[in-house]
């Protein structure tokens, strides 16, 4: 008989000041907004609590890639920054083309009332729930 092992996945959406967080359920079925993380105060260290805290056994960071595909400036900052996610949380990093990611978030907060105004914060972790079920649905065989 297998025994089958599951792990939580956390999805990053990074950007410069703010960055949205997305965890996953242990059987990598469901995606969820979890919260909007600053940047610029210690953003590593509550990805590590994170880690710890709901057991998380990989992380996903958002390439904000060119609409050619191609990264830019962007992608090469998150690359670096999923690359410290690594070594201080201990977890394997993949990296997932995010190009429309926020777009569609706005898209869906507006479809719920939300204004414009009043997405701020919001859309982040929303954009990092939509990178996760996209990528949870490409681990499936």
């Known amino acids: 008989m297998a025994i089958i092992c599951w792990v939580r996945t956390l999805a990053l959406d990074y950007g410069e ?3 949205g967080v997305a965890l996953s359920d ?3 079925a469901i995606a969820q907004p979890l919260e909007t993380i600053d940047a610029r105060r210690g953003a590593l260290e509550r990805i590590a609590e994170l880690v710890v805290k709901h057991e998380v056994g990989q992380i996903v960071v ?3 890639l060119h609409m ?3 990264p ?3 992608a090469e900052r998150a690359r670096a920054f999923g690359e410290k996610v690594r070594a201080r949380a201990n977890v394997p990093v993949d990296y997932l ?3 429309w990611t926020s777009l569609e978030a706005e898209r869906v907060l507006e479809e719920g009332g939300v204004r ?3 997405q701020r914060g919001r859309v982040d972790p929303i954009a990092a729930a939509l990178l996760l079920r996209t ?3 490409r681990q499936r065989p």
């Open 68 to 70: 050619n595909g191609r």
């Open 62 to 64: 958002g390439l904000p």
């Open 72 to 74: 830019g400036p962007e």
């Open 97 to 99: 083309d995010e190009r």
């Open 135 to 137: 990528w949870l649905a």
């Open 17 to 19: 000041r703010r960055i």
């Open 26 to 28: 242990p059987t990598g």
């Open 116 to 118: 414009k105004k009043e």
